[in-house]
């Protein structure tokens, strides 16, 4: 059984695929491979293709034991089998490398000080009720008789004409913003407000209260935010 | 050989539905097509009126879907075209009286005979559309250049694609060129802009279609009638063929734009 793997450098990393046979020999001659190779390889992600063996959860987790106090990242599983797939996604680990061009991949989530929004890729029609305990984003029109309610904020990539209630629990922080800015009625927290007679094209803006008045101010580039 | 089952639906009662189903139907036969139209609108029947076969009703839609006659017997064959047929709806029942898996088995006993089976159906948003919709493999709403049909325009074709019978087709019913052309009427860019959906007709605001629709002989049979020409392109768009929309002046000439330019001021 002398060597049959394989590594390569892809972009992420290593990309290490492992000969045939079943998970026990392929482990032990994966270690064997690493420990001689430790100085050269020191450090590295790894992505390991496991080919048809089929590892359980604990194998798994046996590995990436082993391989972090190694001094090794594994970052990604590659399995013909559907079980080991299950099992690396519950690690957390990526099943598929990205095709060589594509976009990266997005590993997990870093949490900055944001919060999360229900993002709605389509345009609401009149009967339309959105409610949403939350942010929500609309990419698309707003049309008549159509209604969004959020907790929190409402951003509308496209026009914004039927009813919206931004901070609908009582939040007067909360905002609207649109590309064209046009509801049939907008309210903030409790206060009310309906748009006047348009003058020229429409512009992006956003609304906010301020003293208890809604105010929609033209979106500025320039000027200072909020 | 199957046939395309076609819904023509609004939201709003009174924009055309049943004048748009019964000259579509008429374009489509006259063309060559066998068709049959079919009134979904049980209690409030209107279609046989229009089409001017009403005094030949002897079974309907709810006798089919009772069992009380056989499909071909409740089928009426217009004497002026022969490849149009109507299934007249009861007028003594209601919207209740069938459902939409009925509709769809209906269609589906059609398929094999005709090429084209249009359903008119009733206003509203209820169990009468959803009888109507149910069979289509298409739909067209119908609208008016005004604000309330067009809002439930805008409704219907939410609901349609949450029926996945989507996207709905639009037709643009009514239009007054000369209010158009003086910017008193919404204009078929501005419906355009906020529905979305693909058009396939615009028919002018024709007193011809009064006139027919009394007289029970559908417009499109009128070879110099406008709206006659508006329904018969339709047919044409429906058939799959490319052809270029109806000009209202909407765009005009320099003279035109020009007074458009200044009349706003001046109000």
Request: aromatic letters at 4%.
């Amino acid at each position: 059984m002398s060597s049959k793997i394989q590594i390569k450098g892809i972009r992420d990393g290593l990309l290490i695929t492992l000969g045939d046979g079943t998970w026990e020999e392929q482990h032990q001659e994966l270690i064997t491979q690493l420990r001689s190779q430790a100085g050269f390889l020191q450090g590295a992600r790894l992505a390991i293709d496991v080919g048809g063996s089929i590892l359980k959860a604990a194998d798994l987790g046996q590995l990436t034991r082993e391989l972090s106090e190694a001094g090794f990242t594994l970052f990604a599983l590659i399995s013909e089998s559907p079980t080991t797939e299950r099992s690396a996604q519950s690690f957390g680990l990526a099943t598929r490398l990205p095709k060589p061009g594509a976009a990266r991949t997005v590993a997990g989530s870093t949490e900055p000080d944001g919060e999360p929004a229900l993002l709605v890729s389509r345009t609401l029609r009149s009967g339309y009720n959105l409610q949403y305990q939350g942010h929500v984003v609309v990419i698309g029109d707003v049309n008549p008789g159509a209604q969004v309610i959020a907790r929190g904020d409402v951003i509308v990539w496209g026009k914004l004409r039927g009813m919206v209630h931004a901070g609908a629990e009582g939040d007067e922080g909360a905002i609207v913003c649109a590309l064209d800015l046009s509801p049939t009625q907008l309210r903030i927290a409790s206060a009310i407000a309906v748009t006047p007679k348009r003058r020229g094209k429409p512009q992006p803006e956003m609304a906010r209260l301020v003293k208890g008045q809604v105010v929609a101010e033209v979106w500025d580039p320039k000027r200072e935010r909020l | 050989m199957t046939g395309k089952a076609i819904t023509v639906t609004s939201g709003k009662g009174g924009v055309g539905k049943t004048t748009v189903t019964a000259n579509l139907g008429a374009a489509l036969a006259n063309f060559g097509h066998k068709v049959v139209c079919i009134d979904a609108d049980i209690g409030l029947r209107n279609l046989d009126v229009v089409l001017g076969l009403e005094n030949r009703i002897v079974y309907d839609l709810v006798d089919i879907v009772e069992g009380r006659c056989r499909l071909r017997q409740a089928m009426i064959r217009d004497k002026r075209l022969p490849e149009l047929f109507l299934i007249p709806a009861a007028q003594t029942r209601d919207k209740s009286a069938i459902s939409p898996s009925d509709m769809v088995t209906l269609a589906d006993d059609l398929r094999a005979e005709f090429d084209y089976i249009l359903f008119d159906s009733p206003a509203g948003i209820e169990r009468g559309f959803r009888n109507a919709v149910a069979p289509a493999d298409m739909v067209l709403v119908v609208t008016n250049p005004e604000v309330s049909a067009v809002r439930d325009a805008d409704r219907i074709i939410g609901l349609v694609e949450a029926e996945e019978k989507g996207p709905a087709r639009l037709v643009i019913n009514r239009i007054k060129p000369e209010m158009v052309r003086r910017g008193d009427m919404l204009g078929v860019d501005d419906i355009l802009e906020l529905l979305a959906v693909q058009l396939v007709g615009l028919v002018p605001d024709d007193e011809n279609v009064l006139l027919s629709t009394n007289r029970g002989l559908p417009v499109v049979l009128d070879g110099k009638s406008k709206a006659g020409l508006a329904f018969r392109n339709i047919a044409r768009r429906v058939m799959g063929e490319e052809v270029p929309f109806m000009h209202f002046d909407e765009t005009g000439g320099f003279l035109n734009r020009i007074t458009r330019l200044i009349r706003p001021g001046g109000n």
